[in-house]
């Protein structure tokens, strides 16, 4: 059973360019979030889908950030006109279904993308 | 608030010693503390984690206690070993999303 997978493991880009980011939940998961990490700091919340619906995307930046999880293939990140500042390690986490009222279930991360702008 | 403090920051313990870290939070509506350790350059992986309906969870050298009324959590390893090093950080659940500490960086000296 495969776990959480992301592509690129690594994204070198120059500024102006667009990053896409990629993330396959584990099986049977259904819930994906995006956390980004700088260095040295923790992982800060940005957005959180189920299939082919953005659940919650307080985290995001307004501007130049978007997600979406279509109905089939993996979740995308992107970021266009990327800039330094976005220079991060980019986690994709998957939690299956609500299994009932008040629970709270797992998230398990993937490897990570790191994007690294010039 | 939404925040979660984490303490301290970095850790270093001799092979053999225990270690604590702790971490507190504010609001009343977390019921999940999950702890997650993260080894240079590698994910975030899940090591143990306790919900509000408990006080102590236990897994062989890793154990969290939660005092809900105080809104505090902490993790304890006990006979730390080399391999414990890295960066430990705590979270709670925050409406659909996860909520973390700012971590910290355990060095256990052998």
Request: glycine content about 8%; charged content about 25%.
């Amino acid at each position: 059973n495969a776990g959480v997978m992301q592509n690129p493991r690594h994204l070198v880009r120059r500024r102006g360019q667009e990053a896409r980011l990629r993330c396959s939940p584990m099986k049977g998961h259904s819930h994906v979030y995006w956390y980004r990490q700088l260095p040295e700091e923790g992982l800060k919340f940005m957005v959180y889908l189920q299939k082919e619906n953005i659940i919650d995307e307080s985290g995001m930046p307004k501007e130049r950030f978007s997600a979406e999880f279509p109905k089939e293939g993996p979740s995308i990140l992107r970021i266009q006109q990327v800039v330094r500042g976005d220079s991060a390690a980019y986690f994709c986490a998957s939690s299956p279904r609500t299994s009932g009222r008040g629970s709270y279930n797992e998230q398990f991360f993937g490897p990570g993308t790191r994007l690294t702008v010039l | 608030g939404e925040n979660v403090e984490q303490h301290p920051s970095t850790l270093s313990v001799q092979e053999g010693d225990s270690a604590v870290i702790k971490c507190t939070y504010s609001d009343s509506a977390s019921n999940y503390f999950p702890w997650y350790k993260q080894e240079l350059g590698k994910r975030p992986q899940l090591i143990i984690d306790i919900r509000s309906n408990v006080g102590e969870k236990k897994d062989q050298r890793i154990a969290v206690t939660l005092n809900k009324t105080a809104k505090h959590f902490s993790l304890h390893i006990t006979e730390t070993q080399p391999e414990d090093s890295a960066v430990y950080f705590c979270a709670k659940n925050a409406g659909n999303m996860l909520t973390f500490g700012g971590g910290t960086r355990l060095m256990v000296k052998p």
